[in-house]
Each structure stands twice: as C-alpha cells, then as structure tokens.
C-alpha cells in the first residue's frame, strides 16, 4: 500500500501542479477581482459588492441574460435528453437503418459551432434560405421572414441550432443498453411486458445515471455556449438571445470593463454548481441502483 | 535493478510533463534576445488588412517595399488578424495586460487604450524632427488627432471622403436624379420601389456601417446644429431630436427601402447587392471603386454604370482615419527607433501612393498628386473630390465619433426599431445608456 502510495503520489503531481496553476489560481483571481473597478489601463481598486449590486439591480440586460441562460439549461435538461433517450430507445433494437439514422444524427455534433452557425445562416437567410423557399412553395405567396432577427422568432431560431440534436446523448445512452443481459428482455417478453412496458420499467431506471451523466453534459454546455451566438445573433435582437457567456464577453472585450465582467464570471460558476449538483439530486446519481 | 529502471522511468516521465507545461509560458519569448547589433532589429505589427479586405493588397505592397527597403536592419513580425472584430478584440485584451505591438491602428478605441496603459508615445517631437515626414502627413491630419493638451498620439495614413454611389441606369429608368434634400430622397426611393428596384444596399451587423453612415448624414446636414453634433467626439447623450428624427427617417428605409437580408446582414451582403445590381444605391467611400471593375465581385461593365453623389443637403463625411499608434514607451530605444521608422514609412509618401492606386484611399495632403493616369482609370474618385469641394456641410461618421459600447449597441437595436421592438425615442435611450456604460470605468 505504500509503496501504492508513492505510485499514486508521483503521477497525481502533474495534474496536481496543472490544476493549481491553470484553474485554481484563475479562479482564486477571478473571485478576487470580482471585488473591484478593473478596465483597461486604469489601476484595480477594491470596490466591495458594487459590482454585484449593479448587476441586479440596475443591468437589466444582465438579468435577461440569466433567464435566458436558465431557459436554455432547462430545455437542454429535458427536450433536447427526451430526442435523444428516445431515439436511443427506438435505434437500440437493431433494424437496417439503425447505423445510418445513429449516424446522420450524430453529424452536427462533429461540426465546428462556428460552421454550424454560418450554415444555419445560410439555411434561414431572408432572402435565398431554404426554409423561406420551401414556405413560398408550399404557400405560394413570397415569404421572406427574418428568423434570426426578428424578435419574434429569434429566441426559438437560435435554440434550433443545437436543441434537437442530441446525437451524443443518443450514443452515450446505447453504449450503456448494450450491457443490459438479454436474458432480462426474455424474461420480460414471457411474462407477457410488450416493447413499451420493458423500456418503460426495465431499460430506463437502468439507464438513470448515464442518463444523469448526459443531463450534465447536455445543461452545462448551455453554461458555455457563445460561438454559435455570435456567428447568428450576436445576443440581439436586444437582448433577446443573449447569455451569459455572451453577455460576459461583450462587457469583457467591448465594454473593457473587467471587474464587472469576472463578477458575471463568479455567478456563471455558482449557476453551474447549482446546475450540476440539481442534477446529481433530480437523478439521485450519488445513490447505489 | 528493474525496480529502479522503472522508478527512473516514471520519474522522468513526470519531469518531462512538469518541465512542458512550464515551458509553455516561455514560448513567445524572444529568441534573439542577445542581438548584437548584427541582425536586424525586430519590431511587431498587428494588421486585420489581409484575405478579402478591401485594402489587403495595398497593405501587402506595403510591408513588402519596408522590408525590402530596410532588409538587415529592422524585421517587421507581423500578426495578420482575419477581420476587424478580431483584431479589435485581441488588441483589447493585449492593452489589457500592456503589451500591445510595436506599432497598432488605433480604430475603435485602441489608442485610447494604448494611451491609458502607458504604451503609447507622444508624436509631436518626431514630427518636428522630420520635416518630410511632417510635410507629407500635413497640418490637417495632425490637428485632427491632436489631443486637448497638444500632444499626439496617432497618425492617418489616408484621409476619407465619404458620400454615396448609385446605379445610373437605374436612376436614368426610373427618371430621377441625386436628391438635394431629403424629402426629394424619401421620394426617389419611393418610385425606385415603384420601379421594381430595390432602393438601397444597408445592413445592421457588425458595426452598421452602411446604415450608419445615413444616419451620420440625416443629422450631420440638419443645419448648423446637427452639423456640430456629428463633428462632436464621443458625444454622452443620443436623447435629443437630432437623432430620434435621424433614426425615424433610418427606420423606415430599413423597412421598406433595402433588401430583406439588410437586417443583421454583414458589409459583403450589403456591398454585394449592390455590386450584383441587387439595389439601386450604397453609402459607402472610395475605397469600393477598384471593386467595381472586379468581375469576380461586380457585375460586367458595372464600373460605367456608377454615379457618385453628395448626400441630400449638400453634404458629405470627411474625416482622416485615426491612423497608427506607436506603442513603444516601454521598450529599448534600438526598438523605438525601428517601430518609429516604420509608422513614418507607413504615413508617409510612398505608402499613402499605394493605398492610394491599390484601394482607393484618399491621400492625407495635396502633396501626393494624383497622376494624369490614375485619375483617367478612377474618374468616380476624381468626381468624388470635385464634389466634396461643393459640400455644404462636412462632418464624422458614427464609427469615429461614438464609443465601441455605443457601436455594438446600434447592431443590437436595429433589428428591434425595423421589427417594432422599440421606438426611435428608446432606441436613443439605449444608446445613450451604452455610452453611460463606457463612462462609468
């Protein structure tokens, strides 16, 4: 054992030095700083809690970007794992189409965001896109709506950027059926329980901690997605499609005001450990099956 | 002994991984540190004029003839940043940290950041030091960018003249001619419509550029008082009629006179409409002549069928670029010598001929003629001077005039003004709140 120890000790060190350097540090500033008025070229002076106050109280498109990020989060927790669970489920049952469908569906999760944004730009452009055209063909009057734009739609055009496409969800959930014994769906089937019934009340309890894990996976990505909004929205019309970290680069790098800026940073932490840890509850993933 | 192989194994394994990643900090370290005067003397320099930009090859032209005029003495490392959101955003966070390049274009705020972070040096000396130099940068540059307590801290290298381009055959067609007042506007665009025409190429992404500069000319010819505020620099308040009027007028050409894709478009959307023959006009400088003869950008035999106008009331945007920054206070004086050397080179004569034949920029001083051939081969150019000799009123465009916050602000609010999110009164609000913001550090 101690010799074990030592083992363990020796090749714990880099990843012990990796994370006091990269993300402990950074955080221990990036809270310190929260604390003061810091922009470009002017000196950091402690301020207390003022940068908080101001942003709930007075930076109302700080508070849309929480409830947008929120928003997000919750659709990204429950739609987008419901498509892919259920895609899982219907995929898992091996037929022809099965690693063609697994396939094509896994596609948008291999592209770059920034080149999915530039083609969801071109799919639901005014003038040439391709769901204006198909929407002039099937009603024959000219329609030329701007999806990204438009305040109406904006919101529900740049979530359909990434909501439906729960291709990692849908693979992470099979790996984990393929080690469920056939002999429990035998069973099931001479007692009479229809495919339904054995997805039901076999195959998803049995499926709740891959399926937590890919709820983290799926609701803090939320916490981190930026480049897919500024290749379409930029966070407008308004504010209606901005979020956090877009909210948080935009006070960073336009606004130069740093101090303010890593205050939103410390409240995108506390709102991802909030998120993690609900998760963890919702599924009861620290609980043995 | 294979105990200990194995332990020396591993704890190699550790030192190498440890020794990398501290290795990693020390990568944009100089190598030759230990210059003894023999190589050249390294200087860096950001530019995003590279790709597709429209000034991309004058650029190149021009750090190719520096090099090769002082090849052994001083290396240009230059950092070529794909466009102007992403070299505007990495010089910010380089300000931040104080170590921005040798010498930067201070557009959008940079060199007031250069100024605050202590890396920007005083120019006047220099310039007094230099009469050539002095000569061909000229006496309205330098009072431009001349601060209130008389120092300098950046340099044009081209002077801008900005009115409007329309498609004459369009306009012959439709059986209208420039406007000369606004209300004569307004109507020409109606019967462009009525025409079949689409009236005008205008896009609300990036920083608006070709919306804004409407903007900038319906209250920069509405009399002496709007003259006044679009020649105001970082003007505090947006709250007043000057611009609610000016953002009513912008609202509805947006709405009804330009091309369904304008709202969030970018400036290749709205410079391509107009170059397919897509609309009938486009705010924009002269730095979009040579694309008018580019059949891989315009259509055939575009270039003939192109006016240039004074906007309605006589006015026009004319302004000097805010130019080049040197930003060498905290470095040897072999480096500022050299990053001197080159800002000269780079505002002076031979570059501002460059830009001059390559893109169109106007140079800063009459001191650089412009040739018999040259004005024979850009007549628009040519047309363009003699019509800014008659303008009424001269005044900046948003882009010089307003905070990068108050920018950013306009490409968030357009869409909400044309789709009825806000008024022109709260889209005024807005943007006063964003300058609020920038005053508030």
């Known amino acids: ?289 | 002994m294979k105990s200990i192989l194995k332990k020396a194994m591993a704890l190699m394994i550790t030192l190498t991984m440890v020794f990398t990643l501290a290795a990693c900090g020390n990568k944009d370290k100089k190598s030759d540190e230990s210059s003894n005067g023999s190589k050249p003397v390294e200087i860096t320099y950001a530019t995003f004029m590279v790709g597709s930009h429209v000034s991309a090859a004058a650029e190149k032209e021009v750090l190719d003839e520096f090099n090769k005029k002082y090849e052994g003495k001083i290396k240009v490392k230059v950092e070529e940043l794909p466009s102007d959101d992403a070299y505007v955003n990495k010089m910010k966070a380089l300000a931040a940290s104080g170590a921005l390049p040798d010498v930067i274009n201070g557009k959008n705020g940079l060199r007031e950041l250069a100024v605050k972070n202590g890396q920007a040096v005083d120019l006047i000396p220099f310039l007094e030091a230099d009469e050539e130099w002095n000569k061909y940068v000229g006496e309205g540059a330098i009072n431009y960018s001349k601060t209130d307590d008389g120092k300098l801290y950046s340099i044009a290298n081209q002077q801008q003249l900005v009115g409007y381009f329309y498609n004459k055959d369009m306009f012959e067609k439709t059986g209208i001619t420039p406007a000369k007042t606004w209300d004569e506007f307004m109507s020409n665009n109606e019967k462009l419509k009525e025409n079949g025409y689409t009236p005008l190429a205008m896009m609300t992404g990036e920083n608006a550029w070709t919306t804004n500069l409407w903007l900038a000319a319906i209250i920069g010819t509405n009399g002496e008082e709007g003259n006044k505020y679009m020649n105001t620099n970082y003007p505090e308040s947006y709250n007043n009629d000057l611009v609610v009027n000016a953002l009513t007028m912008v609202q509805k050409c947006l709405k009804d006179y330009t091309t369904p894709d304008a709202i969030g478009a970018i400036y290749a959307n709205s410079a391509n409409n107009f170059l397919q023959e897509n609309t009938a006009i486009i705010a924009n400088g002269p730095w979009m002549v040579p694309d008018f003869t580019d059949t891989s950008k315009a259509k055939e035999g575009l270039a003939d069928r192109v006016g240039v106008s004074l906007y309605p009331n006589d006015g026009i945007v004319t302004q000097y670029e805010i130019g080049y920054v040197l930003c060498t206070n905290d470095k040897s004086k072999e480096e500022q010598d050299a990053a001197l050397e080159f800002l000269k080179f780079k505002t002076g004569k031979e570059a501002q001929k460059i830009f001059l034949e390559k893109s169109g920029a106007l140079p800063l001083t009459a001191n650089v003629e412009l040739s018999d051939e040259y004005k024979k081969a850009n007549p628009l150019v040519v047309d363009l001077i003699d019509l800014s000799t008659k303008a009424k009123y001269g005044f900046e465009n948003m882009d010089n005039t307003a905070y990068s916050s108050v920018i950013e602000e306009f490409s968030l609010s357009y869409p909400e003004l044309v789709y009825g999110g806000i008024t022109p009164e709260e889209m005024a609000t807005k943007l006063t709140e964003a300058a609020d913001k920038h005053k508030e550090q």
């Open chain 1, 1 to 289: 054992m101690t010799k074990n120890r030592k083992w363990i000790i020796l090749f714990l060190t880099p990843g012990i030095i990796l994370f006091i350097f990269v993300f402990l540090i950074s955080i221990v500033l990036l809270v310190g700083t929260s604390f003061t008025s810091w922009s470009i070229g002017s000196s950091i002076s402690f301020s207390g809690i003022k940068n908080y106050i101001y942003l709930f109280t007075k930076d109302k498109d700080f508070i849309t970007s929480i409830f947008n990020t929120i928003i997000w989060i919750g659709l990204q927790s429950t739609v987008h794992i419901f498509i892919g669970v259920v895609l899982a489920l219907i995929l898992s049952r091996a037929r022809w189409y099965t690693s063609i469908v697994r396939t094509i569906f896994f596609i948008p999760n291999i592209i770059s965001s920034a080149a999915l944004g530039l083609l969801f730009l071109c799919i639901m452009n005014p003038q040439f896109g391709m769901v204006n055209n198909i929407i002039t063909k099937i009603t024959g009057n000219q329609f030329a709506h701007n999806w990204f734009m438009n305040p109406d739609t904006a919101f529900f055009s740049v979530t359909m950027t990434w909501l439906p496409y729960a291709g990692l969800v849908t693979i992470l959930v099979m790996a984990e059926m393929a080690s469920i014994s056939k002999e429990i769906y035998e069973a099931a089937s001479i007692d009479g329980a229809s495919n339904f019934q054995q997805n039901i009340y076999i195959v998803l309890p049995m499926m709740r901690n891959i399926i937590g894990t890919a709820t983290i996976l799926a609701a803090t990505s939320m916490l981190q997605k930026l480049d897919i909004i500024i290749m379409t929205t930029g966070g407008g019309p308004g504010a209606r499609t901005m979020n956090m970290p877009m909210y948080l680069y935009k006070t960073a790098l336009v606004d130069n005001n740093y101090g303010l800026a890593n205050a939103q940073g410390v409240i995108l932490i506390v709102l991802g450990l909030i998120t993690l840890i609900s998760v963890r509850k919702i599924y009861r993933m620290d609980k043995e099956r």
